[in-house]
């Protein structure tokens, strides 16, 4: 029996095909939606940018707020996805050993995610479970994109390091099997430069270069390696409402492809070692 393909693999085979490092969040609010039907949303979604995206990362708290319905809906979301593309699991869960490990089931062996985003602030036992899956890909919260993030992430340790630049440091020794990631918001560009410093190999997943106004250019330079790759930058609401009208697939086909554009051309602008 051949070995089962790997979550670094199988994004990296998305991304090279479509030469692409855009994931697109499959976030549907009931409030903003187009038409009524949230799966024929999904699914023009997943349609109108199959050909753009390296991977979809839809975010559980959209589908649980419908109740048994929605999780219904996430699993005919995540059925109706390419097989070639790779489904991040926005999840953020994080509990004691025992409890993380029935959370690792259901996301990976119920749900199916190719990756999750995990919360690492219990610790090394809260992640291992996740991390036992050496097929899947686990993404940590390290310095996120939301406005309240310093909070805590910013915090000073007696080390003298961030709070946030020891999470980086603790998931480098912890990817033993490779499948650590980081998740970096593109709201904090030096954030984002200091961690791609601290783990010039690890994949990051950069949320926040769409409404939340991170800028695309500084992202892809400093979240990038040294080949401009090992990023996946994640947009939602940008490309979903692009329009709210009936030629809502259609737009955000158009908002997909130009910021995949952006984010190719500032690859090549990294590449031929713009700073």
Same mark, same amino acid.
């Given at each position: ?46 349609d ?13 708290? $959209?589908? *649980?707020? =419908?109740? #048994?319905? &929605? /999780?219904? +809906? ?8 390419p097989?070639?593309?790779p ?13 993380a ?14 990756a999750?985003?995990?919360?690492p ?14 097929d ?12 309240g993030?310093?909070? $805590?992430? *910013?915090? =000073?340790? #007696?080390? &003298? /390091?961030? +709070?946030y ?111």
């Amino acid at each position: 029996m051949p070995d089962r393909i790997t979550f670094a693999n199988k994004l990296l085979a998305a991304s090279k095909k479509r030469s692409s490092l855009l994931c697109v969040g499959l976030d549907p609010d009931p409030e903003r939606l187009p038409v009524a039907d949230m799966l024929d949303f999904n699914r023009a979604i997943i349609d109108a940018t199959c050909d753009l995206v390296c991977a979809y990362k839809p975010n559980l708290a $959209f589908y *649980e707020a =419908q109740g #048994a319905a &929605g /999780l219904a +809906l996430l699993q005919k979301t995540i059925e109706y996805i390419p097989e070639d593309i790779p489904v991040i699991g926005d999840a953020k869960r994080g509990d004691i050993g025992n409890t993380a490990r029935a959370y690792a089931h259901a996301l990976f062996s119920v749900c199916a995610f190719d990756a999750v985003t995990v919360n690492p602030y219990l610790g090394h036992d809260s992640i291992e479970p996740f991390a036992a899956y050496q097929d899947r890909g686990v993404f940590l919260l390290c310095r996120t994109s939301n406005s309240g993030a310093g909070d $805590f992430q *910013e915090l =000073q340790l #007696a080390s &003298g /390091l961030s +709070l946030y630049e020891v999470v980086a440091q603790k998931a480098s020794l912890w990817n033993t099997s490779g499948n650590i990631g980081l998740v970096v918001g593109a709201t904090c560009p030096a954030a984002l430069k200091r961690v791609r410093s601290l783990c010039p190999e690890m994949l990051l997943l950069i949320p926040g270069t769409g409404a939340q106004g991170g800028g695309l250019a500084e992202a892809v330079l400093q979240g990038t390696d040294s080949l401009g790759e090992k990023a996946v930058f994640s947009v939602s609401r940008q490309v979903l409402y692009a329009s709210a009208g009936k030629d809502f697939a259609r737009a955000a086909h158009r908002e997909a492809e130009k910021i995949l554009h952006q984010i190719r051309t500032y690859q090549e602008k990294k590449r031929d070692g713009w700073r």
